[in-house]
T-cell receptor, first 112, second 114 residues
Framework: GQQVMQIPQYQHVQEGEDFTTYCNSSTTLSNIQWYKQRPGGHPVFLIQLVKSGEVKKQKRLTFQFGEAKKNSSLHITATQTTDVGTYFCAGRRYNQGGKLIFGQGTELSVKP | GAGVSQSPSNKVTEKGKDVELRCDPISGHTALYWYRQSLGQGLEFLIYFQGNSAPDKSGLPSDRFSAERTGGSVSTLTIQRTQQEDSAVYLC????????????FGPGTRLTVT
C-alpha cells in the first residue's frame, strides 16, 4: 500500500498567496526528494534533503525535512502563475537502494 | 546532452495483445527506473535496475509485466495480455548511480488499451 502520504491533493490559490504541501512517511527515510510536474509534462527534480531537520531554500521555495526524517514540507511564498503544476515528494528508505516511493502529489493551480 | 528518451510516445492496443515499451537512458547512467502514472495519480514504482545487480522487481503488479535491460543501457518494459486497467503513462527515469542521486525522467509512453 501507499507508504508516503501527501496532502492536500489539490490547492487553488490566488496569485501572490502562499502555498504549502506536506508529506508523511510511515517509516524513517534515508532521504527525500521533491519533483515538479507541469501539466502535460514529466517530473523534474527540484531538491533533495538528507539530514534530520534540514531546511533548504530555492528563491521562493522552502523545503524542510522533519527531525524524525518521516515528514517533509514544501512552502512557496507569493505564488506566481509559473508555479502551476503538481508537486511530488519521493522518499527513499534505508536498505532499499535507489527505490523511490512517491507521494500522490499536490496539484497547484494559481489564479492570476 | 540528450536526455532520457522513450518510444513510442503513444500506443493504442487491443485488450489481450502484448506491448513493448522502450527506454533509452542518459549515457553513462547506471540506474534505470520504470514507473506507472494513471490519470491524475502519483507515480507507482514498477522496477529498477542498478548496474549488473539483480533488478528490484517488487513493484511489478502482476506476472504479465516484465522488463529487461540490455548491455546496461536500453530497457524494455513488456506487458503481456494487456488489460484495460493497464492504461496509463509509463515513465522511465535514469540516474548516474544508485543511492542519493536525482532521477531524470523521460517524456513517457501513453498506453491506451481498448
Amino acid at each position: 500500500g501507499q507508504q508516503v502520504m501527501q496532502i492536500p491533493q489539490y490547492q487553488h490559490v490566488q496569485e501572490g498567496e502562499d502555498f504549502t504541501t506536506y508529506c508523511n512517511s510511515s517509516t524513517t527515510l534515508s532521504n527525500i526528494q521533491w519533483y515538479k510536474q507541469r501539466p502535460g509534462g514529466h517530473p523534474v527534480f527540484l531538491i533533495q534533503l538528507v539530514k534530520s531537520g534540514e531546511v533548504k531554500k530555492q528563491k521562493r521555495l522552502t523545503f524542510q525535512f522533519g527531525e524524525a526524517k518521516k515528514n517533509s514540507s514544501l512552502h512557496i511564498t507569493a505564488t506566481q502563475t509559473t508555479d502551476v503544476g503538481t508537486y511530488f515528494c519521493a522518499g527513499r528508505r534505508y536498505n532499499q537502494g535507489g527505490k523511490l516511493i512517491f507521494g500522490q502529489g499536490t496539484e497547484l493551480s494559481v489564479k492570476p | 546532452g540528450a536526455g532520457v528518451s522513450q518510444s513510442p510516445s503513444n500506443k493504442v492496443t487491443e485488450k489481450g495483445k502484448d506491448v513493448e515499451l522502450r527506454c533509452d537512458p542518459i549515457s553513462g547512467h547506471t540506474a534505470l527506473y520504470w514507473y506507472r502514472q494513471s490519470l491524475g495519480q502519483g507515480l507507482e514504482f514498477l522496477i529498477y535496475f542498478q548496474g549488473n545487480s539483480a533488478p528490484d522487481k517488487s513493484g511489478l503488479p502482476s506476472d504479465r509485466f516484465s522488463a529487461e535491460r540490455t548491455g546496461g543501457s536500453v530497457s524494455t518494459l513488456t506487458i503481456q495480455r494487456t488489460q484495460q486497467e493497464d492504461s496509463a503513462v509509463y515513465l522511465c527515469a535514469s540516474s548516474p548511480a544508485d543511492g542519493v542521486y536525482e532521477q531524470y525522467f523521460g517524456p513517457g509512453t501513453r498506453l491506451t488499451v481498448t
